[in-house]
């Protein structure tokens, strides 16, 4: 069974500092991997979509990496601004399966 | 582009009453369409998905259904609502295996 784990769970820096967001899954079978953010009481929106065959993808400030071998992604948000406080969330589609698998997310503000 | 909508923004139901949660997408045909829950302090969990009019996949066995009716419609119904039934209800399209785009979601408070 696929289980997705995101550290750490909740993180709070300030403004201007280099942040990397960690995701871990058991199963190395993934299709793709997807990084969301989720603002409170919003919906989620889509960040970055890694292939798995593909080991990185970028867009602006963030950087997201997979190491399917070892069952681990990487969110690298540089610069960080007070827009970016919200809860980031990981998910893998198992390879086979329509579904997304969710890790719990982590939750983090950036102070002025 | 592609406009995913749903209705009710938010919901206060009394325990035993009926649900009715609409999901509908714009701009896009024949989309694979999904229901997540979102629990307090708890990841999402996906409830149903469908490639296509009147077809339906249930991930968790529970007191809920969905159904389709036309092509960008998606349904999320309940005969008797359960406490443990509240949530965030967030509603999702893809095409395929590609990226999933979701609804704003419905607030759902079961008393």
């Known amino acids: 069974k696929q289980e997705v784990t995101q550290i750490p769970a909740a993180l709070s820096v300030p403004e201007g500092e280099n942040l990397v967001l960690n995701c871990s899954f058991t199963?190395?079978?993934?299709?793709?991997l997807q990084w969301f953010r989720q603002d409170p009481g919003k919906g989620l929106t889509s960040l970055l979509l890694i292939q798995s065959s593909q080991r990185e993808q970028t867009s602006g400030r963030l950087n997201a990496s997979l190491d399917k071998s070892s069952g681990r992604s990487t969110l690298y948000i540089a610069a960080s601004q007070p827009g970016d406080s919200a809860t980031y969330l990981c998910a893998v589609k198992p390879g086979g399966y329509n579904k997304l698998i969710f890790g719990a997310g982590t939750r983090l503000a950036v102070h002025p | 582009s592609q406009t995913i909508h749903q209705w009710p923004a938010t919901l206060v139901q009394p325990v035993g009453s009926p649900l009715s949660l609409e999901c509908t997408v714009e701009?896009?045909?024949?989309?694979?369409l999904y229901w997540y829950r979102q629990a307090a302090g708890r990841g999402l969990q996906l409830l149903f998905y469908s490639v296509g009019i009147g077809q339906i996949s249930s991930e968790v066995p529970q007191n809920l259904s969905a159904s389709r009716p036309q092509d960008r419609q998606f349904i999320l119904s309940s005969k008797k609502l359960l406490l443990s039934d509240s949530g965030f209800y967030l509603c999702?399209?893809?095409?395929?295996?590609?990226?999933?785009?979701f609804g704003p979601g419905t607030r759902l408070t079961v008393l």
């Open positions: 199963d190395s079978a993934i299709y793709n």
């Open positions: 701009g896009t045909s024949n989309p694979n």
């Open positions: 999702a399209w893809s095409f395929a295996a590609d990226t999933q785009y």
